[in-house]
């Protein structure tokens, strides 16, 4: 089979958050799976390349009509593995600080920016003479991809047979834009209605790949059941979903088992593993509270959060309910986003520099220390369609503290039971019920064998993409047959 993968970003290559681990541990695995041919397509933003991947000139230029203009794309090529990596170029749309905004804001052209490389996939693939059997969609940024399929390449015999299949990693993020960017997209007024591209008024990239698509999924089962039934988590798009109720599915993200492998970790201080996690939990969080400059106390519990600072993350719960605990827990905080979020916790860390340490910023190699040197790992979230976070934790025996939604209430379990848990869980992000358990950690602290029961529990768990890369390919299967008939 031949799959092609368009998404916004994937790891190693570019990331902001969860979707690039997915994309590129997708990439990946479904490489290694039989008679499959992988290609994964992303836009090359500045400093991609270089490092351990050089890129090659993938020859030749083609041309994008972005409303009433053409602008050019090129193509550059990475070998990765079994997976060729194709970067769409243009200079004007993707040499810029940021992925998808500035300090200022998002950036004010991102319907082109996704228009193009949305067309440009399309153009590329044929460029390159790969014809796929399908086309695995991620986001809002290539909703229109199923689209265009279904439109304006509807009577291309290029794509006569090839199916789309979108992921919802975050309905919450939508592409929503006024009905001028039709225009700039090229499609049709004709299919400017509700049943359609229309939706309240303008164009939305993410209503877009749900209706055209031949089959949707999510990144947990208990998201896809919260996005059609709830509007607070369906952000207005349940009507849309409901009606592809039969085609949607939700699929358990995995993490790459490699990358995040506490016993090969080179960032660590020591490897470590099931047999020996409590030596080597202990050296890491050792050594993190001297990088960190905070008091080097093993009996201080170790609080760690590695997050991108939104709304989403509910770390403000944290914020007011952590500062009770700091007599007996530290708090360890990696995040970049929301400059509220950032300035309280430079300002609380600041206030108790040998308990909270706060850094701003996306550091890879910090994250792979916090994993393993924290005793528990937050992760309060508002929603969270899967999380990676929180099953990075449990490998390196972290345990979660998370809310009961989405993909966390699908990975950790607690019932009071320390025989059957892997983590703790409150039912919702409030600083009520973060505090009580924040508490409840507290006493069952010095409990150590239910603690390393526990620890044990989570470190045993299955985080890999084994079952759900199968699932994934058997609904591939599926929809590039309907689009045989
Ligand atoms: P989301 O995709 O919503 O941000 P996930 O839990 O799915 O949340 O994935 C987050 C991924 O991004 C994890 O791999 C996490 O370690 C990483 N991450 C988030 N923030 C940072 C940061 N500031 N520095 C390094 N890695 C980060
Ligand atoms: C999104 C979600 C997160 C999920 C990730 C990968 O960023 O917020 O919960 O794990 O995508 O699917």
Redesign the pocket.
Known sequence: MKILIAASEA?PFC????????AGALAQVFSRAEDAEVVLFLPRYRNVGGGAFSLKAAGGSFLIPVGSRVETATMSRVQWGKVAVYFIENSKYFDRPGMYRSAAGDYEDNDERFVFFSRAVLEGAKFIGFKPDVIHCHDWQTGLVPAYLRTLYRLDSFYAKTASVFTI??IAYQGMFPKETLQKAGFSWLDFTPEKLEFYGGLNFMKSGLVFADLVTTVSPTYASEIQYRPEFGHGLEGVLKHRTSDLFGIL?G?DEEIWDPSTDTFLERGYELKSFQRGKAAAKKALQKELGLEENKDLILAGV???L?Q??GLDTLLKAGPDFLEKMQFVV???GDPGLSDAFAALAAANPKRVAF?A????E??HRI?GGSDIFV?PSRF???????M?AMRYGALPVVTRTG?LKDTVFYNGEPKDSNGFAIDNSDEGQLRSVLGHIVSLYGWRENWNMMVKNAMRGDYSWGKSAEAYIKLFSIAAQRRQL
Not at 361 to 364: K, L, R, S
Request: charged share 20%; proline share 2%.
């Open positions: 790891f990331k902001t958050g969860g979707l690039a681990d997915v990693h975050n993200n993490i590695v997050s991108r939104d989403q993350k990696l995040g970049a850094r910023g996306f550091d890879e910090l994250a994993y992760m969270e369609p899967c999380g990676l976070s929180q990075i993909g």
